[in-house]
């Protein structure tokens, strides 16, 4: 194997597990390393006493707050959806609504991206198994029409939670994704048959992760996917 596949390889592999390891969970670390997506708002944030690591008896300023910060991306739609993330971080400590939504848009980029290179591995690392089913299958009929597919993600807009909830020892959250891509599908011969290759068009779409918040593993799979707008993405398997 040339040496450059094998640093894309090594490179791929440890964004997957950095994925799974993070999404969703805070180590203690967090006030030696600023977080980059807040660059100028940290000092806003402790002012207002709002930072996660001093909040151990819980997060419901951290969550509301998301709901009034204008400059994120990011954020909870509803006080539904903030009393289920109150409910989820009471149950779970390691819970930070922050480390979540910022890594469930990194999942949501790699996994679209993964589903267009039919990368069966790094999505079976990030979905559930019946997600993952329907995205192989997907995948396999692709390539019996010897079609290919490329989808470059180029910016999420916005990526709110929608729901939140706790189902025994589940924790599932549904966050509505608004992303700027280019994808385009080829036939055998190479002929454009789907997209456009110079043009960038929006991506509305609902997915729900969850994890167990019993189990020792931090991570957090999809578990239903599934457009916002009907007909906006027939791409991306509708697992709802």
């Keep these: 194997m040339p040496a450059d596949l094998i640093v894309y390889a090594l490179v791929a592999a440890g964004l997957v597990f950095w994925l799974r390891s993070v999404l969703g969970t805070r180590h203690g670390e967090e006030r030696e390393h600023p977080n980059p997506f807040l660059a100028g708002e940290q000092d806003d944030i402790k002012d207002q006493g709002l930072a996660a690591a ?6 419901e300023e951290n969550i509301i707050a998301l709901t009034k910060e204008p400059r994120r991306n990011y954020g909870v739609d509803n006080k539904t959806a903030e009393n289920g993330l109150i409910d989820i971080s009471k149950a779970d400590k390691s819970f930070d609504i922050d480390f979540f939504l910022e890594g469930s848009q990194d999942a949501f980029a790699m996994i679209v991206e993964s589903f267009a290179e039919g990368d069966r591995d790094t999505l079976k690392n990030l979905l559930s198994p019946q997600v993952f089913e329907a995205f192989e299958g997907a995948i396999t009929e ?17 990526a709110y939670v929608t729901q939140a909830r706790l189902d025994g020892k589940m924790a599932y959250i549904t966050v509505r994704f608004t992303a700027e891509e280019t994808t385009v599908t080829r036939d055998e011969n190479g002929e454009v048959i789907a997209g456009y290759p110079d043009k960038i068009v929006y991506m509305n779409d609902i997915w729900t992760f969850g994890r167990d918040i019993k189990s020792k593993d931090p991570s957090w799979l ?14 991306i398997p509708d697992t709802h």
Excluded at 226 to 234: L, P, T, W
């Design 142 to 158: 692709r390539e019996k029409r010897k079609e290919t597919e490329t989808t470059d993600i180029h910016a999420i807009r916005k």
């Design 222 to 235: 999809v578990y239903e996917t599934r457009s916002d707008i009907e007909d906006d993405n027939d791409r």
């Design 54 to 59: 001093d909040r151990p008896a819980g997060m």
